[in-house]
């Protein structure tokens, strides 16, 4: 049960970040969740979108360096040790985060945060084991 | 001052005979030694005896270094191992280098040739020579160690690196002759000048400075930077190494090539044709005295035209303009031989991919510096900074091992490298 995140490689220069994003809303797609990884030389854009597919093809078409990547949306409760609770189960699992960031809008009184797994099928076993909620696709775009 | 005045001021016609005889001896030597002549005078259907002229010189072949990469090591040698006594080699674009040998007869005569050089330059007995070129398999730090001996002068052989106890010594040690790349003078004395020494209060007065290429501008930044003469010389291993042409410190302008041992033709670098006197062109030398591994017709694919009129100085050897460029697309960053095809070969390594790149050669804090732009496509992207970065390191790193220098690697975007008429620019070069 994992979701399509779209990885975008982004040279530092003025004006590139927002090629991608306009070329993006052109299409009409939404973006739900993203992250900026940066160096002092490039940046990494990572976006998950209603449309996949689409977008993949327009940001390909705009001349960007696309890759579609999975990854775990995993739902987190709105409250102190939320995400601590998650990962305290990974950890003990010995199961490493890549990277996470978190989804824009809430859903009621839960958070969502996108997790990045070498091993997603063994992340989800764990947690799903220790009654953590993950999302689907499609609960993801229709949020 | 003149190191050998019977040959440096030998009347043109006298110079032109004992090139004919030297060179129809050279001929025949190589002939009757090296396969690889002897094959491709054949092909030419030419026997050296039917060399009567320096002109007929014209119907030979070139030599390549591609030739001395398929005959590497030791194919181009003419004489046995046993009378050889040294061994250099530079660097060659599949990691593979271009090996020459010499003979004691070889390295008596580069060192003669060297001192007579220094000597053009101004430098004497009593001389302190500060030898910052490297010393190793490069041709440049022994080169002007056994000239400088040679000459009678004291040498300091410092060879590269260690810029701070550079300028101890050189202080010190008062010395008054500095040997190394153009670069790396003003990066002395920038050094000196950060460590709270000015440089031009030391006792340098010449700087014999060559190995990459530089300008007019430059020379006067030296000149200014350092309060110095600054000499240019000229060499390259497949020839000789230093010492092959060097101006003279009486008119800095052009370079003497010694013509009682090269023949020095000028020709234009895409039809191979031999050039009228004066016209600007590739260079090709053949060597008419060394015995270790001779030369004949080598392509240099260095760019200058041949100066006939006489000079203030007395030589009777023509001169050489200074370089205005190269025929092939060989860089020289930091006194090193680069061709774009060693780093594209490191690139296809790490990447298993044909990698789109552009080098960016520039001079920063008077140091060349290079810059690898790599192009990233979806073959080599991935999501994760610590892959992105490990790609990065990984190019950066052989190529280091591969050609000894250090560069910067910078991932772009793609197609953000110049592409003209479909072909895409390989090089970048700001130095000038």
């Not at chain 1, 052109?26 to 002092?40: D, F, H, K, M, P």
């Not at chain 2, 990469?69 to 593979?96: C, Q, W």
């Not at chain 2, 200074?322 to 990447?351: A, H, K, T």
Request: glycine residues 8%.
């Amino acid at each position: 049960m994992t979701v399509q995140q779209i990885s975008i490689f982004i040279e530092n220069s003025a004006g590139r970040l927002a090629e991608a994003t306009s070329a993006l809303g052109a299409a009409g797609v939404n973006i739900r969740a993203l992250s900026l990884a940066e160096t002092s030389d490039f940046g990494i854009l990572r976006l998950i979108v209603d449309r996949t597919d689409l977008a993949k093809e327009v940001l390909t078409k705009g001349g960007f360096t696309v890759d579609k990547t999975d990854v775990v949306a995993i739902q987190v409760p709105d409250r102190p040790m939320g995400l601590a609770t998650i990962l305290k189960i990974l950890d003990v699992e010995k199961i490493a985060v890549e990277y996470l960031y978190a989804f824009i809008e809430r859903c009621g009184d839960h958070a969502v945060i996108i997790f990045r797994f070498d091993n997603c099928d063994q992340a989800i076993a764990a947690l799903t084991a220790q009654g953590i909620e993950v999302l689907s696709a499609k609960e993801v775009s229709e949020r | 001052m003149i190191w050998n005045d019977e040959f440096e001021t030998l009347p043109r016609e006298a110079l032109a005979s004992l090139q004919l005889k030297r060179l129809q001896n050279t001929l025949e030597r190589v002939y009757s030694t090296v396969p690889f002549y002897r094959q491709a005078f054949d092909r030419a259907g030419v026997k050296p005896e039917q060399v009567q002229s320096l002109s007929d010189l014209q119907r030979l072949p070139f030599t390549l270094k591609q030739d001395m990469r398929d005959n590497y090591p030791y194919g181009l040698f003419a004489v046995p191992m046993e009378e050889i006594v040294r061994l250099h080699a530079s660097s060659g674009t599949t990691g593979k280098p271009t090996v020459v040998g010499y003979t004691r007869q070889d390295i008596d005569m580069w060192s003669g040739l060297m001192a007579r050089s220094f000597a053009a330059a101004g430098v004497g007995r009593g001389d302190i020579i500060h030898n910052a070129y490297g010393y190793g398999l490069f041709t440049g730090g022994l080169g002007a160690h056994y000239g400088a001996e040679k000459l009678g002068a004291a040498v300091i052989p410092m060879s590269g690196g260690n810029t701070k106890k550079q300028i101890m010594i050189m202080q010190d040690f008062g010395s008054t002759v500095l040997t190394c790349t153009p670069s790396y003078s003003l990066y002395l004395a920038e050094t000196a000048a950060e460590g709270g020494f000015d440089i031009r209060n030391f006792d340098l007065k010449v700087g014999i400075l060559g190995a990459e290429p530089w300008s007019e501008s430059i020379r006067e930044e030296i000149e200014q930077k350092l309060n110095i003469k600054a000499i240019d010389i000229y060499g390259l291993s497949e020839i000789l190494g230093p010492g092959v042409a060097i101006e003279c410190i009486e008119a800095q302008n052009g370079l003497h090539l010694w013509e009682d041992h090269f023949i020095a033709e000028i020709i234009d670098p895409q039809t191979g044709e031999n050039l009228p006197d004066g016209d600007e062109g590739e260079l090709v030398i053949t060597t008419i005295t060394k015995e270790g591994i001779p030369m004949i017709r080598y392509r240099t694919r260095d760019i200058t035209r041949l100066i006939s009129e006489p000079c203030i100085c007395g030589r009777s050897h023509r001169r050489l303009q200074r370089m205005s460029g190269r025929s092939d697309d060989m860089l020289i960053i930091r006194g090193v031989n680069v061709f774009p095809s060693q780093i594209e070969s490191v690139l296809m390594q790490v990447e298993g991919v044909e990698p789109h790149y552009q080098l960016i050669v520039d001079r920063e804090e008077n140091l060349d510096s290079l810059e690898v732009q790599v192009e990233v496509t979806e073959d080599i992207f991935s999501d994760e900074v610590r892959i992105m970065q490990g790609l990065s390191d990984r190019i950066r790193s052989q190529i280091k091992d591969m050609l000894n220098i250090s560069c910067k690697v910078r991932l772009v975007e793609p197609k953000t490298i110049t592409r003209s008429e479909g072909k895409a620019q390989r090089v970048i070069d700001r130095r000038r």
